[in-house]
Every structure is written in C-alpha cells, then in structure tokens.
C-alpha cells in the first residue's frame, strides 16, 4: 500500500489589519494541516485521517518546495506549492541527535540540517539518504544557520562562537571567518542569511545587522535598533531586509538604514503571529513559521513600499 501526504490551507487575499503600514505584504496562504490519503492501485480509497502541524520548527523554501520540519512528530516534510503534492522525506531523523536548529536547500535539492547536538550539519539527498557531515571539533560547536555560496562553498553560523565557519563542498573545513574584533563585535548569532552585498548576520545583542563577503570583509552594518529580540532574518528580491521579534511577536523591515514598516502582532488570526521560529523570502513571497499557532503563514512580497517618513 503507498501512502500519499498532501496538506490542506486555506487562501486569503485581502491585507489584514496587522499591517501599520499598508503596501507591502499581502496574506496568501496559511498552512495548518495535513491529509493522509492512502492510495491503493487503480483506486482511491479516500481521506481517512487528519494531523495538525503539531509544532512547525526549522523549514527551508527552494522554489515552489516547502521544506518543514515538524518536531513533534520529528519528521520532514517537502510540500509542491503548485501540486499541493507532500511527502515524508524517510531516513532523516535516525541520524539526528537531537532536534535541527537550521534548515537549508541548495539549487541541485540537496538538504542540509543543523544537528547542534552532534555539533555539525548533516547534508541529505532528495530522497533523505546522507551524504554527509560538515564538522570541525575546534571551530564548530553550535550551529545555528547554514548558506550555500555562488563558489559552492557551506558557511555555517555557530551561535557559541560567534563566528562563520566555511567549509569546501566535500565537507572540509576551510576557515572561520571570526567577527570579534574592534570593528564588528557579536555575542551571540542568532541567524544568516545571503542578500545582494553579501552575508547578513544577526545577533541577540549587537544592535547592527552586519554585512560581510565572502572573505569575511566588513561591507556594511545597518541599525535594528528597534528590534528587542531577533530570532531569525531573510533578505527579499527588492533588498529590504526582515527580522522577526520574538518580543512583541511582530516582523520589522529595514531598507535604506531605517526601519520601514513593522508587520504583525500577537493573535492568532491572519496576519498575525505567536512565537515565530524563522522566517524566509522566496520568489516574493514571505514565508513565516507560526510555531505556537502550528501553521505556517505565507505572503506575497508588493513592490518596495517607502514605509515610516
């Protein structure tokens, strides 16, 4: 018997009134639940049962691919936007010590999971079969983001270090590319992500996004000052920058150095938000990982909007 996921959302197209300044985001889709249909050859036999995402941790957008990771029932997922199609991606979790802190795609479909327990990342196929592990016992203790560059090389973000360490793509460890220095002073990094000037850092307690290149140069730092408790950071098409607050549970949105707009809140309706575990911008969307409302909240990107005067 072969068993097919496919996940039920509902869609909604007006902006809510979450948004404090209107223009930008635009509510889409918001995933809550999976469908169970089991097939048998040449029939099916129906929906038969219902799984709420349960606490929707890391995830990772490639494309039109979903990819999430539900850690309560400790198994990945990959969800087709276009198909509505889903499957478990088998085999994943037995090499796990303990719960993913980081989730990335490449561009060939390859998976790579931060295992902070294993103190590494772990690089999967499409089809869930490990490759294999990207360590360094000196340099990697806690990683906590993982971004594939132009040249093919891995650069993960350790949260206990403060540093990105660069690894070749057949797992050697290259360098660290250290932040600790009179010029750019982390504590603690919280997430990365890539953007049009380079690697975007964000950490709990520096009050800069720090921007560097590939050899680890300063090229910039913007103020996030009115971010209190930054959990994760994604860069859109249009290079405004968005940071997710766990403090008043909101997305705040920087272009131009300055704060533009601040989306959300807490509640539980569209649009606004409890507990966000990551956030991510793919092909002008928005991607939103709702955790404490167990869905995942999607919205499309507008065309740059000028935001607070």
Known sequence: MRI????LFTISHVCHAGIKLPGQIVHEESITRIAIQRTIPQRLAGVDEFITITSPGVFAVRGELLYLYDTARQLLYRYNRSTHAVSAIEGVVQHLKGPPSALHVGANGDIYIADPFGHRVLLFNSAGDLIRDFSDSLNLNNPVAIVTGIEGNVYIADGLFSHIVVFSPSGVALRALS?????????QIADMASGPQGYYI?????KYIVVISADGSLVSEVPRL??????????DSYGDIYISDEADDTIKVYGQNRLKYIYGGTGSQHGYFRMIRGIQAELNSLYVADSANNRIQIFRIQPSYEGIE
């Open 179 to 187: 932040l600790r220095d009179e010029n750019i002073k982390l504590h």
């Open 226 to 235: 009115e971010v209190t408790d930054p959990t994760s950071i994604t860069i």
């Open 202 to 206: 964000l950490d709990k307690i520096h």
């Open 4 to 7: 097919v996921l496919l996940f």
